[in-house]
């Protein structure tokens, strides 16, 4: 059984669907006008359809239990400021051709989130939070003139197009934690955390006009940058067997890669990378390092720590000076295809059988 109800309130249409609860009648929902904000509460799945004036500044959503049951037009919201969301259990959102003067907040306790947003645009920020896993979408005509916060708990999927004019700040909980940045995602700078656990981070034909920062935590962890533009990029892991890789994309400040102990690989393909610097540096493990048809417009310092490591420059550029170095272990460096260093060039490659150009 379901409810379909219509309240005014002033200038402001309401029109709710509420979910009838298995085995006990219809469920029910709670509407309040409280000066320029209006409080929803439901004690069963809600869809809503909310038209406001300028007089309504707020949206305030409560539940225990699904928040939206997946309707066409789940939930819209029409001349409304701001949007505060908030569940006890799950909640599952769309938002829809979504204008806001100002922003969203959606957050739950012991639940997870699930929401997506298309052709919305916000003046300001959108806040997600969960200490249970999140799932965000944001397609690439959804614009965020404000920040991106997400802070979510284990096993977080995020899939993210939207233009965000300021920055992001994603701090993910332990678990596999799969981050993509899709054509068409913007950012001026990007801080993203995760716990323990094997993450995924990609960036495809993505513009980050100042730092991206990632600290992932131990665990086997991927981070692929294709076709995208980047300033500064500080990639840190804990232990693990972690790999990177960059094709076709410029990273025009510093490059960093702290990979941590485990066997990890770092791949440059046709990249322009560390226009001020390039650092590499591993753990114990056995460390793979390939740049082919590169440049490197600052010093590049290579630090593969203990293991057998192998680092191979192929037909690339090193503008400034090299510097190689490696623990116990047998390391081999290899130049091929007319690999070019305009600097010095230092090797310290410690004990082992080891081999230089």
Do not use: Y
């Not at 509407?31 to 004036?53: F, T």
């Not at 500044?57 to 928040?67: D, E, M, P, R, W």
Request: proline share 1%.
């Amino acid at each position: 059984m379901s409810v379909v109800g219509r309240v005014l309130l002033g200038c402001l249409s309401l029109t709710f669907w509420i979910a009838g609860a298995a085995q006990a009648g219809s469920g029910s929902a709670t509407v309040k006008r409280v000066g320029n904000a209006l409080k929803i509460e439901a004690d069963s799945a809600i869809s809503l359809d909310v038209i406001g004036d300028s007089t309504l500044g707020h949206v305030v959503v409560t539940g225990n239990n699904t928040l939206l049951n997946g309707q066409s037009s789940p939930l819209t919201f029409d001349g409304i400021d701001s949007i505060g969301l908030s569940a006890k259990f799950s909640a599952l959102v769309e938002f829809d051709d979504l204008q806001l003067r100002k922003g969203i907040s959606v957050q739950a306790k012991d639940a997870p989130l699930d929401l997506d947003f298309n052709d919305c645009k916000l003046s300001q920020s959108l806040s997600v939070s969960s200490n249970a896993g999140i799932t965000l979408g944001c397609d690439s005509n959804t614009v965020l003139e404000g920040s991106l916060s997400v802070k979510g708990g284990p096993s977080n999927v995020l899939h993210i197009s939207c233009v965000v004019a300021k920055s992001m700040t994603l701090a993910l909980g332990d678990g596999g934690n799969d981050v993509q940045f899709e054509s068409g995602a913007d950012a001026t700078s990007l801080s993203l955390t995760t716990g323990d656990g094997n993450d995924t981070v990609s960036f495809d034909a993505m513009i980050v006009t100042k730092s991206v920062k990632l600290d992932l935590g131990a665990g086997s962890n991927q981070v692929d940058v294709d076709q995208s533009s980047l300033t500064d990029l500080g990639v840190k892991t804990g232990a693990g067997h972690d790999s990177f890789s960059a094709e076709f994309s410029t990273i025009s400040g510093k490059l960093s890669l702290a990979l941590g102990n485990g066997d990890n690989s770092a791949t440059l393909d046709n990249v322009f990378a560390g226009g001020k610097s390039l650092t590499v540096s591993g753990g114990s493990g056995n460390d793979t390092f390939d740049c082919t048809t590169c440049i490197a417009g600052g010093n590049a310092s290579l630090k593969l720590g203990s293991g057998s490591n192998h680092t191979t420059l192929s037909g690339s550029v090193m503008d400034a000076n090299l510097s190689v170095s490696g623990g116990s272990g047998d390391d081999v460096v290899e130049f091929a295809d007319g690999t070019l260093v305009d600097g010095k060039t230092h090797f310290s490659l410690g004990g082992g059988n080891n081999t230089t150009p």
